[in-house]
């Protein structure tokens, strides 16, 4: 029994034994772990802890021990949060919770530490605290934070790097781009990681960039290559030189493909301008060397031709902009064939440059562009460049390029515009010396002298044939020569004193009588006239004019003081001599006048005529376009000519106004009638209103519808839409006269107020560039104002810009009488017809010495039925009319041999009854009276109008016999 006791104590002694030599080893392990632990209660305060923490963060046990577990760490609050969440955790179930905090050393200092944190149970597994082991991480958070660090500055290197730099895999999937890279595909880089090429352009594009991608990967090393991309972000073009490599992971293995793109297009673009800029100066060194052995509209082509050669276009042209608003086509370039003519309207890009007042540059023409400002069936424009010249702040004119087969660049806009303005300088020089030249004539032959000196030296620079001529000197001797040597009287001193109210401006012209002497020594009196012009380089202009006549002439007046009687007969009879004089300068202008009327109207009769031919013969539609431009050209030149004439005739006192009777309601009929083509084309109405004024006036309705056609026809061309209203109203009214007021209303764009004034001056519009726009000479205003002056009114026009224009006149009319004629079916039907079907076979005489106005009248006779036999003078007309039975003669006034007026005269003596109607371009009252006093019959004005000649040749006429 005492045995078993003594082995019991002994064993238990033993175990004793082990169990403090097992906890000393664990409390040894504890204290000496190369880690820091911390027993924390449920209450957070520390329980317990380590040597290695205490040596760790500096503390002792004591400073530890009993304290919060927030003490540890600089921010206690956010520590307390940690701390909370993390017993969430372990009451959620998670067994242990890692993390990496931030602990405060004793010395006030800080570390990182990696903590790893269990809960504590009790035996009935109820939380009671925690254990907590604590390694030291500071160096590697260092570490870490230093490579972050460097990351983050590498990618911001790489950022701001001018190349384009990508990482794909080796699938193509992007792992990366920079920013220069998002650009190009106009997305984040976050957008473009995972996804690859066929994301962003079409399958042959990444197909190309794939193919690349493969053959770097496969040949393992660098690939290097050029190509021209556009960026998706604002569609510029780059060209790039393009460099991948092949990326290995640590172990060897491919990772992908590392691209950088390289910017070349400034180099590009340097050795484009360089090779350029030679090419430049060779093309205005042959325009130079060109210039004067080629007259303008061939060096103008030259120039087109240099323009489309460094820009490597099909097209090209030029044009001149008048006042900024009207733009005149010079020309396109001969390459330009007629079917490739490209008429752009001048709303269009030629408007828009000049309101720019910089170059336009259209690189998708058909796309930009209204496709109807082209010839229907024509060749259509894609690229066109088109720039402003600018000379004293003012576009003058547009030079241009078309259809390069690329985008044209700024680089073809500076070639344009060197090219342009150097064309443009050397024609404006060659005008301008042409200009001077003729002035340079104008002077040498004028019959006063006239002498220009310099302003400093006051040597003569130039002196005109007659100044020369009186002085006795040459031109060379000139050149040494002051007016002080030609005027005995003076002084360098005195003359210097009578310049100096020219060279300071008090006055603008000094008038005085000198004497000028001679080379021979001879003297004679003068009348000088002296300016200064305001020139950059000034000069002294003298007008010079021998009196020595007039001064004998007064003399002789002194002389003949006692002889007053005869001296007044004598100078009666040289006032007549200067009226007979003045009353032979009246029939000149008269004459030229009419020989100018005659002169333009025969061509225009073989123009109208031929047109009028060319429109019957069935042709194209293209055809029909082009001879109704030809006809209202003609005709519209024909208005002019009139215009002139009746301006003319106003000024010269001739013009008489009729006094018959007639229906107003006719007139207006009339107008409407005359006009409703012309509003018809433009979606127009036309309104009329006589008010109280009644239908049958006296007067002279052809004036009275002269006037209104003008004003509305002015009202159609500056009206868009709208209504055309004309008007007629009573402003006084008298037993047997009364005052009408005409107006002619419309609803276009108006009139500034400050040009109303100056409209129905002469050859003055409202703006002087409408005159292209819209046509017209500037007369039919003026003419009105006249018109209605001589019946007794007066005009004027109200208008606000924007809001239409009223122009009105007054006249004074007497009341008529009469009845309305109603038209009959027969009157209905045309005179064209009329001679087709009651005088086909008719034999008249046609005498035209013209070949080509003969053969057009021929046509038209021929074509409405008429046998024609035709004379080339008044002899032949007399003979052929003496040998055969016409019906009519057609007579030409002015033929050689004999005349239409002489041989009318002849055939009258054996033939009263035969109708001779005169068919001339002479059209004043006198030659109409001149026809009549001949014995012809009527009178057809040259141009005919095909419908005027049917009606009077059915007027004329003999109907056959049953």
Avoid at 55 to 84: C, R, V, W
Avoid at 414 to 435: A, H, Y
Avoid at 704 to 722: H, M, P, V, W
Avoid at 888 to 896: F, I, T
Wanted: contains cysteine; hydrophobic residues 40%; glycine residues 6%.
């Amino acid at each position: 029994m005492s045995t078993a006791i003594v082995n019991h104590d002994e064993q238990r002694k033993q175990v004793e034994e082990a169990l403090v030599e097992s906890e000393q080893r664990y409390r040894d392990l504890y204290e000496n772990a190369p880690v820091g632990f911390l027993s924390v209660g449920i209450d957070f305060i520390i329980r317990r802890c380590n040597g290695f923490i205490c040596n760790m963060l500096g503390y002792s046990k004591d400073q530890l021990i009993g304290k919060p577990i927030f003490h540890l760490h600089p921010d206690s609050t956010a520590a307390k949060e940690q701390a909370q969440q993390v017993f969430k955790r372990f009451m959620v179930g998670e067994e242990v919770v890692a993390d990496e905090i931030q602990l405060k050393c004793a010395d006030g200092s800080s570390l990182w530490s990696e903590v790893t944190v269990k809960a504590s149970r009790d035996s009935d597994d109820k939380i009671v605290g925690i254990y907590s082991t604590l390694v030291d991480i500071t160096e590697r958070v260092r570490v870490k934070e230093k490579l972050l660090q460097s990351e983050t500055q590498l990618r911001a290197l790489i950022d701001t790097l001018p190349d384009l730099v990508w990482l794909k895999d080796a699938d193509g999937v992007y792992l990366g781009c920079n920013h220069r890279y998002s650009s190009y595909y106009n997305a984040s880089e976050a957008e473009i990681i995972g996804k690859t090429d066929y994301d962003f352009v079409d399958e042959e594009e990444a197909d190309s960039f794939t193919e690349h991608d493969r053959k770097v990967m496969l040949e393992g090393k660098p690939h290097r290559h050029e190509t021209e991309v556009m960026f998706q972000d604002d569609g510029h073009l780059e060209t790039l030189e393009i460099i991948k490599v092949p990326i290995h992971m640590a172990d060897g293995g491919l990772m992908g493909v590392l691209g950088v793109g390289h910017d070349l297009t400034l180099y590009k673009r340097k050795e484009v301008i360089k090779t350029l800029t030679g090419h430049r100066a060779q093309a205005l060194l042959a325009l130079a060397q060109s210039e004067e052995q080629m007259g303008e509209a061939a060096f103008i082509q030259f120039g087109l031709e240099q323009m489309e050669g460094l820009t490597d276009s099909s097209a090209s042209f030029m044009h001149v902009v008048h006042d900024e608003e009207v733009i005149e086509l010079i020309t396109w370039s001969d390459r330009t064939n007629y079917d490739k003519h490209y008429p752009v309207s001048g709303d269009s890009i030629w408007k828009d440059t000049v309101r720019l007042r910089k170059p336009v540059t259209i690189n998708a023409y058909p796309e930009n562009r209204d496709q109807g400002n082209l010839l229907q069936g024509q060749s259509g424009l894609k690229r066109l460049i088109s720039v402003p010249l600018v000379e004293d702040g003012k576009v003058v004119m547009l030079a241009g390029v078309a259809n390069k087969n690329k985008d044209y660049t700024d680089l073809d806009t500076e070639s344009v515009q060197q090219i342009g303005e150097e064309v443009w300088r050397i024609v404006q020089r060659r005008r301008t010396e042409n200009e001077l030249n003729r002035f340079s004539k104008v002077l040498e032959r004028s019959l006063n002298e006239i002498y220009i000196f310099d302003s400093e030296t006051i040597r003569f620079v130039d002196a005109n044939r007659v100044a020369r001529a009186n002085l006795g000197y040459s031109m060379e001797e000139m050149y040494s020569l002051t007016p002080v040597d030609l005027k005995p009287e003076y002084t360098f001193k005195s003359f210097e004193k009578l310049l100096e109210p020219l060279r300071t401006g008090v006055q603008q012209e000094i008038a005085m009588t000198t004497i000028h002497r001679r080379k021979d020594g001879s003297e004679y009196p003068v009348e000088v006239y002296l300016q200064m012009t305001d020139d950059e380089l000034p000069v002294f202009v003298a007008i010079v004019r021998d009196i020595t006549e007039r001064r004998r002439l007064t003399e002789e007046l002194s002389e003949h003081r006692d002889h007053l009687e005869s001296l007044v007969k004598k100078r009666t009879q040289q006032l007549s001599e200067a009226q007979a004089k003045a009353e032979i300068a009246n029939q000149a202008k008269s004459v030229f006048l009419a020989n100018m009327s005659h002169e333009i109207r025969t061509p225009m009769n073989a123009i109208i005529g031929l047109t009028h031919l060319m429109q019957k013969a069935k042709p194209t539609t293209e055809q029909v376009d082009r001879l109704s431009k030809i006809d209202s050209s003609a005709e519209h030149l024909l208005s002019i000519i009139n215009d002139i004439l009746d301006l003319s005739k106003i000024e010269a006192g001739k013009l008489t106004l009729e006094r018959v009777d007639f229906n107003l309601d006719a007139i207006f009929d009339n107008v409407r009638s005359l006009l409703l083509g012309q509003t018809s084309a433009k979606g127009l109405s036309i309104e009329v209103a006589q008010n109280d004024v009644t239908s049958w006036l006296k007067g002279d309705p052809t004036r009275l519808r002269q006037i209104l056609i003008n004003y509305a026809g002015n009202a159609i061309k500056f009206t868009e839409d709208g209504t055309i209203s004309l008007r007629a109203k009573i402003l006084e009214d008298g037993e047997n006269e009364i005052l009408v007021r005409f107006e002619v209303q419309d609803t276009g764009m108006g009139i500034e107020p400050d040009k109303l004034a100056g409209l129905f001056k002469a050859f003055e519009q409202a703006d002087a560039s409408t005159t292209r726009t819209h046509g017209g000479t500037g007369l039919g205003l003026a003419i009105n104002r006249h018109l209605a002056e001589l019946m007794g009114g007066e005009v004027g026009a109200e208008s606000e810009p924007g809001d239409g224009s009223t122009f009105w006149f007054t006249a004074r009319l007497g009341r008529g009488q009469g009845e309305t004629l109603t038209t009959t079916a027969e009157d209905a039907v045309d005179a064209e017809t009329h001679l087709r079907s009651e005088f086909a076979g008719t034999r008249i005489l046609l005498a035209e010495d013209n070949a080509i106005n003969r053969e057009v009248a021929l046509a038209l006779l021929g074509g409405v039925g008429l046998t024609v036999d035709t004379a080339e003078d008044g002899a032949e007309a007399v003979a052929m009319v003496g040998e055969g039975d016409y019906a009519l003669v057609l007579m030409d006034v002015q033929m050689p041999v004999m005349g239409g007026l002489e041989a009318t005269r002849v055939i009258r003596t054996e033939n009263a009854d035969l109708p001779v109607l005169a068919m001339t371009a002479n059209v004043f009252a006198e030659d109409r009276r001149a026809c009549e006093e001949a014995g012809m019959n009527d009178f057809v004005a040259k141009p005919v109008n095909p419908k005027d000649l049917f009606e009077l040749l059915v007027k004329w006429l003999t109907e056959p016999e049953a």
